[in-house]
């Protein structure tokens, strides 16, 4: 069968009604398409494995419970809720813009706010380092008001605000690509104000997207090391979150290390599975 007749024959088979509603038939995968799937699956899963092999089960409560370990979960915890709050903020307009304005060059900025996603995050620390760093562009003018950036707490938050912001905002951005524009286009003409139509009909409608791409974005900051290491350094209490207390820990005491990386799997498992049920719960 030719190419173009195949498609006239899904067509019809789309068309096909039983009384109101679509008859809904099931495609079968090819076979072969599990091979790859199933060693793929291993590749992720089989690290995980070796890492519950290699914990010291009977001790691990003493090293995940350790002061170090819990100031620096404490801290990871407190700097990651605090980057997602600003990445909401600032995130859900830039996605916002991205997906409804027809603003010239929107293409190339779009391409530089998502350019963290492929970064090496090492060299988003230097960026940052440059920029708000005592002899950055900006940090010389926050070095005369008084404000110190470079190597704080607030330097975490905004080392993990910088590689979490894209995943907020390229989930959010294809929710409403997804969406489209005909409800809010209906509210419009209704006579509702834009921020209206944003509060009463935008939001609710991309509310799993938001909620989904807002985990994801908290899941990016709890992990971050490279960006935070170069630009926070690493003070205990201060900037040192839990993946420079595991890297660190590597060298001195791996039982532990492993123990920590097993928390910060779990952890991140549970923000997964959550996004990933808030997205099945609110699908149509």
């Not at 090496?120 to 900006?138: E, H, N, Q």
């Amino acid at each position: 069968m030719s190419r173009a007749g195949l498609r006239r024959t899904v067509s019809r088979a789309g068309l096909r009604r039983t009384g109101n509603k679509a008859r809904h038939v099931a495609v079968a995968l090819p076979r072969w398409v599990y091979v790859p799937a199933l060693i793929g699956c291993t590749f992720v899963v089989l690290p995980l494995i070796a890492m519950l092999v290699a914990t010291d089960w009977s001790n691990f409560l003493p090293l995940i419970t350790s002061e170090s370990s819990r100031a620096a979960l404490a801290l990871s915890l407190r700097t990651s809720l605090a980057s997602t709050v600003v990445v909401l903020v600032i995130g859900v307009p830039m996605a916002l813009v991205f997906a409804r304005s027809r603003l010239p060059g929107l293409s190339v900025l779009r391409s530089l706010v998502l350019l963290p996603l492929v970064l090496p995050p090492v060299v988003g620390g230097i960026a940052l380092l440059y920029t708000f760093g005592r002899k950055g562009l900006l940090g010389e003018t926050f070095e005369v008001l008084g404000i110190q950036i470079a190597f704080t707490t607030t330097a975490v938050v905004i080392a993990q605000t910088f590689v979490a912001l894209p995943f907020l905002v390229i989930s959010l951005e294809g929710a409403l690509r997804t969406a489209g524009e005909r409800y809010e286009a209906v509210a419009a003409t209704l006579g509702a104000r834009p921020t209206t139509v944003l509060r009463r009909v935008t939001i609710p409608l991309v509310l799993p997207g938001l909620v989904s791409g807002a985990v994801l974005a908290f899941a990016r900051a709890l992990g971050e090391f490279g960006a935070t290491l170069t630009f926070a350094g690493s003070l205990q209490g201060v900037t040192r979150t839990l993946p420079l207390e595991i890297y660190l820990q590597r060298e001195v005491d791996p039982d532990a290390a492993v123990a920590l990386s097993l928390l910060l799997v779990v952890v991140a498992a549970l923000v997964v599975l959550a996004a990933r049920g808030r997205a099945i719960g609110g699908a149509p």
